[in-house]
């Protein structure tokens, strides 16, 4: 007699018991060891927002912003000429988790995201099978990725999770499953950050009035620790010491081997330094004036600048004497024995030519040029490396690092020193298309560059200033002869190459007429 | 009166939307907006029933429809100017007690306007008529919007 294969009332109900068991061991199986194909080495990627080379005594400014960061680079690989694949942190953190330029994963526009076709392609995904992935990321924009990557990340820490000001509607657990829409239904929308018509007619003024009531209240009671400015990130107020005691904390209960990436808002504006560092800076070595740029966006006066900049060498400064218990615990725990400690950023940050940040049309060193210190499992020695190297290199040297296969769908090299090998010849490019559509050509109002060798090239297209720059790195690190109008050689070189890296990308996008 | 503002809005964001999203995420965010408008749209009708409730019979409930048009109109006026001073940083105390003094004189005001002048009652009646054609549009879309923000956050 052949059985019949239906399910009776009786059988859903005997299954559906199972059902509250199911779901209170779900967060118990993220627990559990991962097989380690390869190495079994934690990989620990660390990220400051909005920091810059130009702006740290290993790699030749004058003023020691970060001595405890110094310190742990004596026993670490220096990346000298790590470049930026954007100058903010869209494009940046894009091209760092994804390995692929903007114009690859089309993330280029403020809140932008990870294109469909890529979205998931990221660490975490090339990582999975060997390590426990954890995310966490204090800027709402980067977060807006760790989304995107959610079913191949094992913990997704909230952005907010270490602040004294919670805000922030889309980063609730109700929203976990639809977070990117959610995002730009609430934040900037529904409630307004700053100035504009919120979409909520009541409850919009409502609910900013009582934040910015909280607001006032935290930053009043920081006034002992923080005078000039507490920190806040996208306007929730928070401490170092308590992003670095979360840190601390997420790491001590760390499943190994895992890949962590933690994206911190320091030194991201507002640039706010603790008061006893507050005019650490006012007096000795001062930056260079340079001219204002056609394309500068702020036009700001030297003065200001030089004040701004002071401030966020002095928030720098803060921010690494918080890092100090950090780099403590991750020697004191181990960790500096059996991981790769990467320490990174999104994007630079820019004082000269008129700009203060990182909101910029330009193609500079200070805004391109990124920190990039990783030390190898119980290394004693620094390691100086001097050959350009890309934001799009970190996947697939941490696939390489980790023992996974190499995913393929990134546009990266191994780094040199881990992996890889020295290219001197080697093309890096960098790009800016904020008002560019995600689905069409990157044709107007961008800004692009290739650095290769010593130099630099920067090409601008916008309607009121069109033009090549192209520089000599070495001899002018400065950046303040432009070469472009004496038609060296290796500017045409390099501008033919660009150009056709342009068109490459362009092509998927261009529509038939 | 809410949904028109959040629709508002939602025309004011779509071409910072189309930056980045193709036309099925766009209209969910229009759909997480409508289900939005739809509670705060709730939460104002049950304050303006608790109002007639709290407040004596002649003040609120005789003639709530119009009574209740006036106060949501003043108070949405007055929402919109403080969504237009509102920055990074508070305003000062004053700006709201006067704010709030002067919407609560004009809604007693044109209450007080209305109940006596039987052709303002029926002009205002009129419109909340006519406004209220709007139901039939934001309603069902509303409801939409609710059952997209359940489908997309839980299943």
């Known amino acids: 007699m052949q059985r019949e294969k239906t399910i009776s009332r009786r059988d859903f109900l005997k299954l559906a018991s199972f059902l509250p068991l199911g779901i209170s061991i779900r967060p118990l199986l993220t627990n559990l060891p991962k097989k380690a194909g390869g190495a079994a080495e934690n990989i620990l990627l660390f990220v400051f927002d909005a920091w810059s080379t130009s702006n740290m005594r290993l790699y030749g400014c004058p003023r020691l912003t970060m001595p405890n960061l110094e310190e742990f680079a004596a026993r670490s690989v220096v990346y000298h000429n790590h470049i930026a694949a954007g100058s903010f942190t869209v494009p940046g953190t894009a091209s760092m988790l994804s390995g692929m330029y903007p114009w690859s994963h089309r993330a280029f526009q403020l809140g932008g995201f990870i294109t469909d076709p890529h979205a998931r392609n990221q660490i975490f995904q090339a990582l999975k099978p060997t390590h426990t992935t954890l995310g966490f990321s204090q800027n709402k924009f980067a977060d807006n990725f760790l989304g995107q990557a959610d079913q191949d990340l094992d913990v997704h820490l909230c952005s907010s999770k270490f602040h004294l000001q919670k805000r922030f509607i889309y980063n609730r657990p109700i929203f976990e499953n639809d977070s990117p829409v959610a995002f730009h239904t609430f934040e900037d929308n529904i409630f307004r950050e700053r100035e504009g018509y919120d979409a909520s007619l009541f409850g919009g003024p409502i609910f900013r009035t009582t934040e910015l009531l909280e607001h006032n209240r935290l930053k009043e009671q920081l006034k002992g620790e923080y005078f000039w400015e507490a920190p806040e990130a996208a306007g929730e107020i928070f401490r170092f010491e308590d992003q670095v005691d979360g840190a601390i904390e997420t790491l001590k209960s760390l499943n190994q081997p895992a890949l962590v990436y933690m994206h911190f808002w320091p030194p991201h504006a507002p640039y706010a330094p603790k008061n006893q560092f507050f005019r650490k800076f006012s007096t000795g070595w001062q930056p260079t004036e340079k001219p204002e740029h056609p394309l500068s966006i702020s036009h700001y006066e030297h003065s200001r600048i030089k004040w701004a900049r002071e401030l966020y060498d002095e928030m720098l400064l803060s921010w690494d004497s918080e890092v100090a218990r950090l780099l403590h615990f991750l020697k004191g725990s181990g960790l500096t024995d059996n991981s790769y400690i990467f320490f990174t950023s999104d994007h630079g940050e820019c004082f000269e030519r008129g700009e203060v940040g990182h909101w910029s049309r330009l193609m500079i060193d200070p805004l391109l040029r990124v920190p990039l210190i990783i030390s190898r499992p119980r290394q004693t020695q620094r390691e100086d490396i001097y050959d350009n190297t890309s934001q799009v290199d970190i996947l697939p040297t941490l696939a390489h690092l980790s023992g996974n296969t190499d995913p393929g769908w990134h546009e990266g090299r191994l780094l040199p020193g881990m992996g890889g090998t020295a290219d001197p010849s080697r093309s890096v490019f960098s790009m800016d298309a904020k008002n560019t559509h995600s689905q069409n050509p990157i044709e107007e109002q961008v800004s692009f560059s290739i650095t290769k060798y010593n130099y630099r090239l920067a090409y601008y297209k916008y309607p009121w200033y069109q033009a090549y720059e192209f520089y000599n790195l070495d001899k002018d690190p400065e950046e303040l002869v432009d070469l472009y109008p004496t038609g060296p050689v290796e500017a045409r070189y390099m501008q033919e190459e660009l150009m056709d890296h342009i068109a490459d990308a362009n092509r998927p996008y261009e529509r038939v007429s | ?155």
């Open chain 2, 1 to 155: 009166m809410v949904h028109s503002w959040s629709v508002r809005a939602f025309l004011y964001q779509v071409p910072s939307f189309l930056l980045y999203y193709k036309l099925g995420k766009i209209i969910a965010i229009f759909f997480y907006m409508m289900a939005f408008a739809l509670l705060e749209s709730i939460l104002v009708t049950a304050a303006l029933v608790l109002l007639g409730f709290v407040l004596p019979l002649k003040w609120f409930r005789e003639g709530f429809p119009y009574k209740a048009f006036l106060t949501v109109s003043v108070a949405a006026g007055a929402m919109i100017y403080l969504q237009s001073i509102l920055d990074n940083k508070l305003p000062p105390k004053e700006t709201f007690l006067l704010l709030g003094g002067i919407s609560f004189a004009a809604v007693v005001l044109l209450i007080l306007l209305a109940h006596n002048l039987k052709f303002l009652q029926k002009v205002l009646l009129f419109i909340v008529d006519r406004l209220s054609i709007l139901l039939y549009l934001f309603l069902p879309l509303s409801t939409i919007g609710l059952v997209v923000v359940m489908i997309r956050n839980f299943w």
